[in-house]
């Protein structure tokens, strides 16, 4: 984004696994999924944007409820958007991530990841817009929070180098 008076200059955030994030500025999020999954809520006439990147779909045990896990992440994030000032008649979704890959994982965690996010979000009754899930190939993701913009790079190996400068300036 560009500096001049006009235009907002959104901050940088990288987005780990086991993260919710909600910021009360513009932000450019980036994120790396494998079979983990990313939900992003937008609120359009906010103009105001929140993610979360969980790892694993489900716990029922109150000691593991963490954002590590689908079910209590997606939850979460959903809260914090209307705690942030959010109607959830406004809210819109993108799902992303779920990807597969069987010789490193027997059980296809992505897919359990991807429709646990479906089932909250349907619960919840916000209606997700856009999804690029599953597959056997990684996911880079640039989210823009004020603009709800996305961008999507399918990878065959995820490295940490891609994210430079990212990868010390977060």
Avoid at 36 to 59: E, M, W
Avoid at 99 to 111: E, F, S, T
Wanted: with cysteine; net charge positive; proline share 4%.
């Amino acid at each position: 984004m560009s500096s001049d008076s006009n235009s907002i200059v959104a901050l940088k955030y990288f987005l780990d696994p086991g993260y919710i994030f909600v910021p009360k500025k513009p932000t450019i999020v980036s994120m790396v999924l494998g079979s983990c999954v990313s939900v992003c809520l937008y609120d359009a006439k906010r103009k105001a944007g929140g993610i979360n990147h969980f790892q694993f779909p489900h716990t029922n045990e109150r000691q593991n409820a963490t954002a590590r896990y689908g079910n209590v992440a997606t939850i979460t994030l959903i809260r914090m958007m209307l705690n942030d000032g959010s109607k959830r008649k406004h809210l819109e979704a993108q799902i992303l991530g779920g990807a597969n890959h069987p010789d490193i994982c027997n059980k296809n965690i992505g897919r359990q990841n991807i429709m646990i996010a479906r089932k909250i979000l349907a619960k919840e009754r916000i209606s997700i817009v856009s999804e690029d899930v599953g597959g056997e190939r990684g996911r880079k993701v640039v989210f823009n929070t004020h603009t709800n913009e996305m961008a999507v790079i399918k990878v065959e190996k995820l490295r940490s180098a891609d994210w430079y400068p990212y990868e010390n300036d977060r």
